[in-house]
Structure formats: structure tokens, C-alpha cells
């Protein structure tokens, strides 16, 4: 796959803007390459007939649909906001609410697929907000001040089990492994160590 094909993935699945820096750390590029890239991708989208645009604000870039279906746009979010949630938006926002703060990968892991798609539906109806961090260069979700309200609650740690369930010995062996046991010539186990 090529940088702009790289770049276009990113973009879609990203609920929020990436910066030139990101994306070039992401796709192992130089940042005047990423630019010029991005450049191709608006040209090529950025167009009447099209309905997904690139938006780029100073250094950030995201995609977004176009101004001319706002209010296409607006209706359906308007009314997914007042549907029902599926049984896979249900499962990520428990797990939101009982692990977080959680990184999407540690959310993917547990639930065994990508989360993308439903993440951004939950921040779509205000249930979960995003988090970055800069000095781990992630996001965390957790779920939004509304959703406790919502729930009746004071605070996140009155859901029913949640000492138990936030402090799983099982999730935290999938999410945190330990490292791999070596054996020397003898049969001889020892932890492997980092180099």
C-alpha cells in the first residue's frame, strides 16, 4: 500500500485530528513526504461530487464529510443519537466504563475486533470522550460525566462489581503478559529479559 493509501486508513479510522508528526511517526515517513501526500488526498477528495473532504487546520489534519451534506449529516446523527445501542456498542462501553481509562489496543484486545467505528458512535452520542496523552502518544477512553449522570450514579465506582471487575486477574494477564519463560542448555527456566 502506498503513504497516501497509509494516510487515508489513518484518517478514517481516527475519531480525532492527527498531526503531520504523527502521521509521519505512524507510517515511518519524513514529514515533508507526509505533507506532500496529504496534499494528493485533497486534491483528490476535496471535490463538489464528493462527500468526504480533508480538513486541515494548521499542522492537523482529519477527515471529514462535506459542508454541502451538513445537514444530511445532522439529521442522521440526530437520530442515531436518540436510537438504541447495539449489542457491540453496549459490550465496549461497559468495558469502557468498568477498565477506564483504556487505550483502544487494550480495547481491541478484549473485545477481539476493531473498535474504531463503535468508539466513535459512543463519543457521537456523548457516552465516551477521548483522552491524549502526550507522553505516551495514545488516546484513553473513559466514559463522559453524562453517562454517570444518566446511570444515577455519584460516581463511576458505584456500578455494581466494579472493584472486582476493574482489577480482573484475567484481563490484566491478557492486557499486561508476563514476559516469556526461557530455558538454558541445562532445562534450567528463567524470565527473559528486556534487551
Known amino acids: ?86 449489542r457491540p456498542a453496549l459490550e465496549t462501553l461497559t468495558i469502557i466504563a468498568y477498565r477506564g481509562p483504556i487505550s483502544k489496543i487494550q480495547l481491541d484486545t478484549i473485545r477481539g475486533v476493531n473498535c474504531a467505528l463503535i468508539l466513535r458512535h459512543l463519543m457521537v452520542k456523548g457516552l465516551v470522550e477521548a483522552k491524549p496523552h502526550r507522553d505516551k502518544y495514545q488516546t484513553t477512553y473513559q466514559v463522559a460525566i453524562d453517562f454517570v449522570r444518566f446511570l444515577g450514579l455519584n460516581q463511576i465506582a458505584d456500578l455494581p462489581d466494579y472493584q472486582r471487575l476493574n482489577h480482573d486477574e484475567n484481563l490484566e494477564h491478557l492486557l499486561n503478559p508476563p514476559p516469556p519463560v526461557a530455558t538454558d542448555e541445562t532445562g534450567a527456566k528463567s524470565t527473559a529479559q528486556p534487551p
Not at 486508513?9 to 505533507?35: G, H, I, M, N, Q
Not at 485533497?42 to 463538489?48: A, G, L, P, S, V
Request: aromatic share 4%.
Open 1 to 86: 500500500m502506498n503513504l497516501a493509501g497509509k494516510i487515508e486508513s489513518l484518517l478514517f479510522v481516527s475519531p480525532r485530528p492527527l498531526s503531520l508528526r504523527k502521521l509521519a511517526d505512524l507510517t515511518a515517513s519524513e514529514v515533508s513526504v507526509v505533507e506532500q501526500a496529504i496534499a494528493d488526498l485533497t486534491q483528490r477528495y476535496n471535490r463538489q461530487d464528493q462527500g468526504i473532504n480533508i480538513l486541515r487546520h494548521g499542522s492537523a489534519v482529519q477527515m471529514v464529510t462535506s459542508p454541502l451534506s451538513s445537514q444530511l449529516v445532522t439529521s442522521f446523527l440526530k437520530e442515531e443519537q436518540a436510537g438504541e445501542l447495539t
